[in-house]
């Protein structure tokens, strides 16, 4: 059994799934509101943090870079078209 690469905390829930690999975190990933951008963004800001300080290994780390990469864009170009400002703090 492999073991977590490390944990995440699901948006409004209060479990703490354990992101084995990239498909989780793509599931993780699809289970954010994106159509509430704060609550969105700040999981998604705090799980790139937290995947950040975990060492893993270069083919690890770079998976779980380009699942982010596509939610954030997705995220940003969904902010962009609206036309929404957010502030950041």
């Known amino acids: 059994m492999k073991s977590p690469i490390f944990k995440l905390t699901a948006v409004n829930d209060f479990s703490n ?29 705090g799980s790139i943090e937290f995947c950040n300080s975990e060492p893993l290994k270069f ?23 609206l036309g929404i400002y957010i502030p950041f703090d």
Request: net charge positive.
């Open 59 to 81: 083919k690890q780390r770079i998976d779980l870079i380009q699942c982010y990469f596509v939610m954030t864009n997705k995220l940003f170009y969904s902010i962009e078209k």
């Open 17 to 45: 799934p354990a992101v084995k690999n990239s498909k989780e975190l793509k599931k993780w990933l699809h289970e954010l509101p994106i159509l509430n951008f704060e609550v969105s963004i700040r999981a998604l800001s």
